[in-house]
């Protein structure tokens, strides 16, 4: 049965990765900018998505409505595949500059070589990371609740 009540323990550990969230999307888009991150648009790219993150953290901070949420959690499946996307940039780079370097490298030589490399390859990883948090902190949002309920009623499931 639905009750639309919302343990308070759920709403404290939700918001607790939420923060942890925050910090991370800022902590991130700082290290990008320190390092010089924008060089083209695929560089570019997880900027956008961690301002667009953080300010669709904010905009959950005042508004419960379940538009928004699904909005704040289609950017967070953005960051995971922006991870993704970004842990195989960095290591297709990384095999080119070693081709270069060794032309003669392949297997695990040439794999060990990509993933120590000169750019990360893992690094993009936080992106998954930093999304998997956002989606875990809209568990049990009350903006879920409500629309459920909407929704059982609406089909006549719920008096």
Same mark, same amino acid.
């Given at each position: 049965?639905?009750?639309g009540?919302?343990?308070?323990?759920?709403?404290?550990?939700?918001h607790?990765i939420?923060?942890?969230? +925050?910090?991370?999307?800022?902590?991130?888009?700082?290290?990008?900018?320190?390092?010089?991150h924008i060089?083209?648009a695929?560089?570019?790219?997880?900027?956008v998505?961690?301002a667009?993150?953080?300010?669709g953290?904010?905009?959950?901070q005042?508004?419960?409505?379940a538009?928004?949420?699904?909005?704040?959690?289609?950017?967070?499946?953005?960051?995971?595949? !922006?991870g993704v =996307?970004? /842990? +195989?940039?960095?290591?297709?780079g990384?095999?080119?500059?070693?081709?270069e +370097?060794?032309p003669?490298?392949?297997?695990?030589?040439l794999?060990a070589?990509?993933?120590?490399g000169?750019?990360p390859?893992?690094?993009p990883?936080?992106?998954?990371? =930093?999304g998997?948090l956002?989606?875990? !902190?809209?568990f049990?949002?009350p903006a879920? !609740?409500?629309?459920?309920?909407r929704?059982l009623? /609406?089909?006549?499931?719920l008096?």
């Open positions: 049965m639905i009750t009540t919302v343990p308070p323990e759920l709403t404290a550990v939700r607790t939420a923060t942890i969230f +925050l910090f991370g999307t800022i902590g991130t888009f700082a290290e990008l900018l320190l390092l010089g060089d083209g695929w560089q570019i790219a997880p900027l998505l961690l667009i993150g953080g300010a953290w904010a905009m959950l005042v508004s419960r409505g538009r928004v949420l699904r909005v704040f959690q289609a950017v967070m499946a953005l960051f995971i595949a !922006s =996307l970004g /842990v +195989l940039l960095h290591y297709r990384n095999v080119e500059f070693e081709l +370097l060794h003669g490298a392949s297997g695990w030589e794999f070589r990509a993933m120590t000169a750019t390859a893992l690094a990883g936080l992106m998954i990371l =930093l998997a956002g989606l875990a !902190s809209t049990g949002h879920t !609740s409500a629309a459920r309920r929704d009623d /609406v089909e006549g499931e008096t």
